[in-house]
């Protein structure tokens, strides 16, 4: 199946990405931004909370380090997103090797990435789930 063109359908797309490692977390926004995306970059849960308590643009899809601070993980940012906004597709990136297994349980993470994250991998995911949101 083709794919459809990345730029077309991230562009104007709100993508969150929870983050702990400043530069990692920079460094996505800029590729997203750089892709038409508008974006919030968060460096933990408490940001995260802020930002859903204080918010009226939600998310089409978040990508969200595995580990974060105060012994935080993934986890704990499903438990806030399905609380506030109920599913959104979620993209986990991780150093460690976790299978996609380990979240059968959570109906909204779609994939797990490898740190260090190869860009058009990325890119190419969240494309394919924002194509996915638009099927019928």
């Not at 730029?7 to 920079?26: F, G, K, L, N, P």
């Not at 935080?72 to 109920?86: F, K, R």
Request: glycine share 4%; hydrophobic share 45%; proline share 5%.
């Amino acid at each position: 199946a083709r794919r459809p063109a990345r730029t077309s359908i991230i562009q104007d797309r709100c993508i969150w990405v929870v983050e702990d490692h400043a530069m990692v977390r920079e460094s996505m926004g800029l590729l997203l931004r750089g892709e038409g995306a508008i974006t919030a970059c968060l460096a933990d849960t408490k940001a995260l909370a802020e930002l859903l308590s204080d918010t009226y643009l939600w998310p089409d899809v978040i990508i969200s380090d595995f580990h974060l601070p105060q012994g935080e993980t993934v986890h704990h940012v499903i438990q806030m997103l399905e609380a506030e906004l109920g599913s959104v597709p979620l993209i986990v990136i991780s150093g460690d090797d976790l299978a996609p297994s380990e979240f059968a349980a959570d109906a909204q993470v779609h994939t797990v990435i490898r740190k260090p994250v190869d860009t058009t991998t990325l890119l190419d995911t969240i494309s394919h789930l924002l194509a996915q949101e638009r099927s019928p």
